[in-house]
């Protein structure tokens, strides 16, 4: 199997069993009458041999779709938050300044962008449970064989990129630097523009995550505003703490109340190219799911806008009939064999 570079799967019950299970990329192990040193040899442990195929079409589906996008997720953040850094060395001469206040740096990955992920990589699914169990052959479709390729980490990466050098560009340029933004001839400093980076970095990365959602619960959606609403509290806390008793902004993160968040400038700033920067991936994703959707969309389409019941008797047509109670049912033709070798013959038939 090695050879062939393909992944094997070995269940047994028994004693027998335990070198192959151990020898297996999986290793399922049955509780049974036979003892239980194959159950815990085994990678993982059922109690019947029927619920195999809950734990491969429906649990390990599962886990291979958040799994690879949560890879791909990490990445993609932190390219777009890290790309911005990389441009402003060059535009500081290589000064050893950072566009990104430490505080910010320090909490991006935990408070500002780490539920989102966490709850996506927990509670995301394509398709409910019973959806899978009427049709099990989603688990060998195209999208689910390879779910982490080169070409689509490069895609990720390329958009990420791109992003975060639409908002660094955006921030050095946009928040003017020569322009005063109230009577009292303040500018925007490094600090202001720093934070108005964060901001698009943190706005663009809720978005993505939002079409990359395939099934919305309170959990995703608990976690996308409380993510959101820690960083403008981390602003505001930052603003407070260093600001002195008077109110007045003092050089520094203080300066983060009377710029960046009082003013209209900034607003329209990050709607505007947080909009922009997310308009290529809506427009691939409006495109892909309606003139080349895959398998798993189409079953999700049919169970939400046509019943589950639909979708019950599509699965109970291309069953294997019983044995026939008539001579008409006799004669009616069953399945082709050509049909039943392809692995995604219902499917098809579906789209």
């Given at each position: 199997?090695?050879?062939?570079?393909?992944?094997?799967?070995?269940?047994?019950?028994?004693?027998?069993?335990?070198?192959?299970?151990?020898?297996?990329?999986?290793?399922?192990?049955?509780?049974?009458?036979?003892?239980?040193?194959?159950?815990?040899?085994?990678?993982?442990?059922i109690g019947e041999f029927r619920l195999l195929k809950r734990l491969l079409a429906v649990h390990g589906r599962y886990s291979s779709l958040r799994m690879s996008d949560l890879i791909k997720f990490s990445f993609y953040k932190n390219v777009c938050f890290c790309t911005p850094q990389v441009i402003f060395a060059a535009y500081s001469l290589y000064s050893a300044n950072t566009i990104h206040n430490e505080w910010i740096i320090l909490a991006f990955n935990i408070f500002f962008t780490g539920m989102q992920p966490l709850m996506f990589a927990v509670?995301?699914?394509?398709?409910?449970?019973?959806?899978?169990?009427?049709?099990?052959?989603?688990?060998?479709?195209?999208?689910?064989?390879?779910?982490?390729?080169?070409?689509?980490?490069?895609?990720?990466?390329?958009?990420?990129?791109?992003?975060?050098?639409?908002?660094?560009?955006?921030?050095l340029y946009g928040m003017s630097w020569d322009t005063a933004y109230d009577a009292s001839g303040r500018v925007a400093g490094l600090d202001s523009t720093g934070f108005m980076l964060a901001a698009m970095v943190v706005w663009v990365i809720t978005v993505k995550l939002c079409l990359m959602l395939r099934y919305f619960t309170f959990h995703h959606i608990n976690a996308i505003w409380t993510s959101v609403l820690a960083f403008y509290i981390a602003l505001l806390l930052l603003n407070i703490w260093t600001s002195d008793f008077a109110g007045v902004g003092i050089n520094g993160v203080g300066v983060i109340n009377q710029i960046v968040l009082s003013k209209y400038r900034s607003w329209m700033l990050l709607l505007v190219f947080v909009f922009g920067a997310a308009i290529p991936d809506v427009v691939t994703t409006y495109a892909q799911r309606t003139f080349f959707p895959m398998a798993w969309q189409t079953l999700q389409s049919v169970d939400r806008y046509r019943g589950r019941e639909k979708l019950k008797s599509l699965s109970y047509k291309y069953q294997t009939p019983a044995e026939p109670e008539s001579e008409a049912e006799e004669e009616a033709p069953l399945i082709d064999e050509d049909r039943r070798k392809d692995k995604d013959w219902k499917l098809n038939d579906i789209a």
């Amino acid at each position: 199997m090695r050879r062939l570079h393909k992944v094997s799967l070995a269940i047994g019950d028994g004693g027998n069993d335990v070198p192959m299970i151990q020898s297996a990329d999986v290793g399922i192990g049955i509780m049974g009458h036979e003892g239980m040193q194959a159950s815990r040899s085994s990678d993982f442990s059922i109690g019947e041999f029927r619920l195999l195929k809950r734990l491969l079409a429906v649990h390990g589906r599962y886990s291979s779709l958040r799994m690879s996008d949560l890879i791909k997720f990490s990445f993609y953040k932190n390219v777009c938050f890290c790309t911005p850094q990389v441009i402003f060395a060059a535009y500081s001469l290589y000064s050893a300044n950072t566009i990104h206040n430490e505080w910010i740096i320090l909490a991006f990955n935990i408070f500002f962008t780490g539920m989102q992920p966490l709850m996506f990589a927990v509670f995301e699914k394509d398709l409910d449970e019973d959806v899978i169990e009427l049709f099990p052959e989603a688990y060998s479709t195209e999208e689910r064989k390879h779910p982490l390729t080169p070409w689509q980490l490069f895609g990720w990466e390329s958009q990420a990129v791109f992003q975060g050098t639409l908002f660094a560009f955006a921030a050095l340029y946009g928040m003017s630097w020569d322009t005063a933004y109230d009577a009292s001839g303040r500018v925007a400093g490094l600090d202001s523009t720093g934070f108005m980076l964060a901001a698009m970095v943190v706005w663009v990365i809720t978005v993505k995550l939002c079409l990359m959602l395939r099934y919305f619960t309170f959990h995703h959606i608990n976690a996308i505003w409380t993510s959101v609403l820690a960083f403008y509290i981390a602003l505001l806390l930052l603003n407070i703490w260093t600001s002195d008793f008077a109110g007045v902004g003092i050089n520094g993160v203080g300066v983060i109340n009377q710029i960046v968040l009082s003013k209209y400038r900034s607003w329209m700033l990050l709607l505007v190219f947080v909009f922009g920067a997310a308009i290529p991936d809506v427009v691939t994703t409006y495109a892909q799911r309606t003139f080349f959707p895959m398998a798993w969309q189409t079953l999700q389409s049919v169970d939400r806008y046509r019943g589950r019941e639909k979708l019950k008797s599509l699965s109970y047509k291309y069953q294997t009939p019983a044995e026939p109670e008539s001579e008409a049912e006799e004669e009616a033709p069953l399945i082709d064999e050509d049909r039943r070798k392809d692995k995604d013959w219902k499917l098809n038939d579906i789209a």
